[in-house]
């Protein structure tokens, strides 16, 4: 059966334009029989006409002959004279139809075809000869144009035919059995393509980028089986490939070494095999619902019994997906005795750090304490701010020269207002702490005893600031007393009173 293939639906067309010609072929050659039949009537009523014409003898005998044509003679003056049927002659004027010419035609008058010939009269005037033209086909040729034009068409669309089913359904099949031998993959697909083109051409060449693709998609198979057994071979756990089934498919080496079980008794065997060793038959409800959620379920505790028939404590981890049709598990073992081993390593080492940390700890805040009591003792006042002016240290020296506690000072300003300073020197000492000035303070402090009396104490004020933004010490103060008989530069009240250069 013939397929509607582009090559079909022409030959289709082109069907039908070959009966259109030959039915066109047919009817002018019948038209051309029929008009060669009333050029021999014409033909022959001319050859009469002059006959009669030249033996003069008048038309009675003519008519009494019963001559199937109509003759009229005309005068000269084209008036009609004498006729054998006068109801012929009268359907049209004959004489001017006939021409001066007197050659025989056939022509159309009231609707109907009638052959004419004429002839001079040697008494002068012209004999006229009408008959009407045959309306039919002569016998057989209607039939003989049948024949031909059936038998031209059958021969035209026999062979329309055959070269459409070489053209379409015959190249289809073969293309079709092309696209099969390169999609096998079994041969090269550029050989198979220049042993098609003896038959089919550039037909052929179409299936190039096909096996271009196969080829490139051959070569990433390939390397896609080459990672996965390199996968396979490098895992340090225990992999293990099966169908939902219970068909095993693959397992790695780590799998094999740890089981002992040979590669014959596991690849392509029943998971009934591993019972002894790793038994998978109750996590494949687990593969089962991974397979429905579409995601891996991992941490499951279980055991593995090795060649040595120890049970390994392991970790499993599965994933279900489907390969070629068929529901597939991923098993992935984890031997948590290394792990488990580690850890308590791990846990020993950790205690013993964590008392080494509050050993060490316990020194160093013992030495902290015992440089604040040094410091103290020593009259060293330490303060330190944070980027805004925050009071975040306020030691025992400074307490002991203001008399106020860290909370009575909580910013900066609090802290010049509580350290005895004149009001100029305490300007001086606030543009001094904002500044970027490596220079030392100089500032005289009054400061109230315990007998309620005012004394002037001396410090040299030394500002650190902090290696990193965001400390809250981000600057600290240090200041050192210096004893009363040791002079030093006094306030000039110009904004850096007390700013000095220690030698």
């Not at 582009?6 to 067309?13: G, M």
């Not at 001559?67 to 004027?93: F, H, I, K, N, Q």
């Not at 959620?293 to 991992?298: D, K, R």
């Not at 104490?457 to 933004?469: F, G, K, N, S």
């Amino acid at each position: 059966m013939l397929s509607p293939t582009p090559a079909v639906r022409a030959a289709l067309f082109g069907l039908v334009v070959v009966t259109a010609v030959a039915v066109a072929g047919a009817a002018l050659h019948l038209g051309a029989v029929s008009a060669r039949s009333g050029q021999a009537l014409a033909a022959a009523l001319d050859a009469r006409v002059h006959t009669v014409a030249l033996l003069g003898a008048g038309l009675a005998p003519v008519a009494d002959a019963g001559l199937p044509e109509t003759l009229s003679r005309y005068g000269a003056d084209g008036r009609l004279v004498e006729t054998t049927d006068a109801e012929r002659a009268g359907v049209a004027d004959w004489f001017r139809i006939a021409g001066a010419d007197g050659a025989a035609r056939v022509v159309e008058t009231g609707g109907l075809a009638y052959a004419v010939a004429s002839a001079d009269l040697a008494s002068g005037g012209r004999l006229v000869a009408v008959a009407p033209a045959p309306t039919s086909l002569p016998d057989g040729a209607l039939l003989r144009a049948a024949l031909a034009t059936a038998s031209l068409w059958g021969v035209l669309v026999g062979v329309l035919v055959v070269m459409t089913w070489v053209a379409g359904p015959r190249t289809a099949h073969q293309l079709a059995l092309l696209g099969e031998r390169i999609a096998q993959g079994q041969a090269d697909g550029d050989a198979l393509i220049r042993h098609a083109g003896l038959q089919l051409g550039p037909f052929a060449d179409a299936f190039q980028p096909v096996a271009d693709r196969f080829r490139a998609l051959g070569r990433q198979s390939h390397d896609v089986q080459q990672h996965v057994a390199a996968l396979y071979q490098i895992n340090p756990h225990y992999v293990l490939l099966c169908s939902l089934d219970g068909e095993i498919v693959e397992a790695n080496p780590a799998f094999y070494a740890a089981t002992g079980l040979p590669i014959e008794a596991v690849r392509g065997g029943r998971v009934e095999a591993l019972r002894e060793t790793f038994p998978v038959e109750p996590l494949m409800e687990l593969a089962r619902r991974s397979l429905r959620e579409g995601s891996a379920i991992t941490g499951v505790e279980y055991a593995l019994i090795g060649r040595d028939d120890e049970t390994r404590p392991v970790e499993v981890a599965l994933r279900g997906f489907e390969l070629e049709g068929r529901e597939m598990v991923l098993f992935q073992a984890t031997d948590q005795a290394h792990q488990k081993q580690l850890e308590r390593r791990v846990a020993a080492f950790t205690d013993t750090l964590d008392l080494m940390v509050d050993q060490r700890v316990h020194q160093l805040s013992a030495g902290q304490e015992a440089l604040r009591r040094v410091l103290d003792a020593a009259g060293v006042v330490v303060a330190s701010f944070d980027a805004g002016g925050a009071t975040s240290r306020w030691n025992g020296a400074a307490t002991a020269l203001t008399g106020q506690p860290l909370a009575g000072v909580p910013h900066f300003a609090a802290a010049t207002q509580v350290l005895g300073l004149s009001p100029t020197e305490r300007t001086a000492f606030t543009q001094w702490f904002w500044s970027p000035s490596q220079e030392p303070f100089i500032g005289r402090h009054g400061v109230v005893g315990r007998d309620g009396e005012t004394r002037t104490r001396q410090l040299i004020w030394q500002r650190v600031d902090a290696d990193m933004a965001g400390r809250s010490d981000l600057r600290t103060l240090v200041g050192v007393e210096v004893p009363a008989y040791v002079g030093l530069p006094g306030p000039s009240g110009d904004g850096v009173a007390g700013a000095a250069v220690l030698v």
